[in-house]
């Protein structure tokens, strides 16, 4: 379903990265005339396979709401869903390279870089049905987006110091406590620039008072296939990747915040992304 997994783990760059300052320093040297040129001539083909993409997207979502509807258990619906996403992926040219090392514990909590709509779609179609998404609470009010994300069991969870943070906070990490995988985008967001943003303590709190082994995992090409702020997808590879495991240190000090730093930096060495943590989210 154009979806491949290799034995590699950590494609990181080191060092690649840069801050959103010196990444604003850069020219960016002006097209040729040629290139425009050609580029105008492949706009009527970007355009046919833009549409084609999102209208395969579209029908295999409405599609699914009748059997999410019907499918009794959340084990069926995930894998349902599962399924969807890999369907889509491959209608739409979008061939997804997995690079795990060996399996995902089990449970485990994973935490991946957020630059496109796309991410999500991906993370579905590459993790075990076992994993509950924690996202943010105004997805669920999303038409069609919503009833779907609810159907597979989504975590929501109020952001920031807004009323009900602090509950779905300690709902998450009762789940975690049980036992549950879960995955987040601790970003919490993207911006239609490149850039890794802040992490949020959120997924790395639930590891701590749960003992759960954190995995990272970096997302390479979704940005380019669904760039924030276009409507129209492109085709083009995309790869997820672990980079290892992240254990609590029970006698660590402040072990949330230790957790939450080594994964933002291995994901940042591995994506080579502008480093945004200064940026508003």
Not at 178 to 183: E, F, K, M, V, Y
Not at 193 to 206: C, I, N, S
Not at 211 to 235: E, N, Y
Not at 258 to 275: F, K, N, P
Request: glycine share 10%.
């Amino acid at each position: 379903m154009g979806l491949t997994t290799t034995p590699t783990v950590n494609i990181g760059r080191p060092g690649s990265h840069k801050t959103a300052t010196e990444a604003a320093k850069t020219v960016t040297p002006t097209a040729s005339p040629q290139r425009t040129t050609a580029e105008l001539a492949l706009l009527p083909l970007k355009l046919i396979y833009g549409v084609y993409a999102a209208t395969a997207f579209m029908a295999l979502a409405v599609l699914s709401l009748l059997p999410l509807a019907l499918i009794p258990t959340l084990a069926g619906r995930r894998r349902l869903i599962q399924w969807v996403g890999r369907a889509s992926l491959t209608l739409m040219g979008m061939p997804v390279r997995v690079h795990w090392q060996a399996g995902l514990p089990d449970p485990c909590i994973v935490v991946a870089n957020h630059c496109s709509y796309l991410d999500g779609v991906v993370l579905a179609a590459v993790l075990p049905p076992r994993f509950d998404f924690v996202i943010k609470r105004e997805m669920a009010s999303v038409p069609l987006a919503g009833f779907l994300l609810r159907r597979i069991g989504v975590q929501f969870v109020t952001r920031g110091g807004r009323s009900g943070g602090s509950r779905d906070a300690l709902r998450v990490i009762r789940s975690a406590e049980r036992g549950d995988s879960l995955a987040f985008f601790p970003e919490g967001t993207f911006l239609r620039e490149p850039g890794l943003l802040r992490f949020h303590t959120g997924a790395f709190a639930a590891a701590e008072r749960a003992g759960a082994p954190v995995v990272p995992l970096a997302i390479l090409g979704t940005r380019h296939c669904l760039t924030p702020g276009q409507i129209l997808p492109r085709p083009g590879r995309i790869s997820v990747t672990a980079l290892g495991i992240l254990r609590p240190q029970p006698a660590q000090a402040d072990g949330a915040a230790a957790l939450r730093d080594a994964a933002r930096a291995a994901i940042l060495a591995a994506t080579g992304e502008i480093d945004a943590a200064g940026s508003d989210a």
